[in-house]
T-cell receptor, first 115, second 112 residues
Framework: GAGVSQTPSNKVTEKGKYVELRCDPI?????LYWYRQSLGQGPEFLIY????????DSGLPNDRFFAVRPEGSVSTLKIQRTERGDSAVYLC?????????????FGPGTRLTVL | GIQVEQSPPDLILQEGANSTLRCNFS?????LQWFHQNPWGQLINLFY???GTKQNGRLSATTVATERYSLLYISSSQTTDSGVYFC??????????????FGSGTQLTVLP
């Protein structure tokens, strides 16, 4: 596609529920990143994929968060037993490679609200 | 980890004015990106600028890597320039990961 797409654009859920957020990267981009942005702050890194494998998941806050990228393209971020503190905008980015000069391009984000 | 600080946190301008936004970082970097987050939340790439100066229309950026700062210049500002401006630098963790560390941003408001 022309850019990174994310669905849904908004998600409202109740505390304790399970949610899935989807990211469709730019075609041909091998690197994919998930970030989380809380109100008034810059995005914070969650997890990075190179191809199908999670190369670095050090930013995931706890074991309720999990992400997959089974075919090396689309990725899904999964959050179990959601808490109100999980409310944020979840951003996905992709880059052609993972070299130091590879520019990351961001999707529009999914705004998650946990009631 | 690397620290990224941006100043000023807020900036209000009259349309047509010029401005300079600053980004300081605490360690050597091989890459630096400037983004504009529009009022709808979309992060738009402005510059990839590890060093030197680049210009794109009314915007230009300069990074002095040896002194660990970057500047974003906006000339003849327009109301559509409003939003939050972020700088971000990559950190190298396991393998070749290039996740970005963002500053806290500068909230720019351009008044008509």
């Amino acid at each position: 596609g022309a850019g990174v797409s994310q669905t849904p654009s908004n998600k409202v859920t109740e505390k304790g529920k399970y949610v899935e957020l989807r990211c469709d990267p730019i075609s041909g981009h091998t690197a994919l990143y998930w970030y989380r942005q809380s109100l008034g702050q810059g995005p914070e890194f969650l997890i990075y994929f190179q191809g199908t494998g999670a190369a670095d998941d050090s930013g995931l806050p706890n074991d309720r968060f999990f992400a997959v990228r089974p075919e090396g393209s689309v990725s899904t971020l999964k959050i179990q037993r959601t808490e109100r503190g999980d409310s944020a905008v979840y951003l996905c980015a992709s880059s052609l490679g993972s070299g130091v000069s590879d520019t990351q391009y961001f999707g529009p984000g999914t705004r998650l609200t946990v009631l | 980890g690397i620290q990224v600080e941006q100043s000023p946190p807020d900036l209000i301008l009259q349309e047509g004015a010029n401005s300079t936004l600053r980004c300081n970082f605490s360690d050597s970097v091989n890459n630096l990106q400037w983004f504009h987050q529009n009022p709808w939340g979309q992060l738009i790439n402005l510059f990839y600028i590890p060093s030197g100066t680049k210009q794109n229309g009314r915007l230009s950026a300069t990074t002095v890597a040896t002194e660990r700062y970057s500047l974003l210049y906006i000339s003849s500002s327009q109301t559509t320039d409003s939003g939050v401006y972020f700088c971000a630098v990559p950190i190298i963790s396991s393998g070749s990961a290039r996740q970005l560390t963002f500053g806290s941003g500068t909230q720019l408001t351009v008044l008509p």
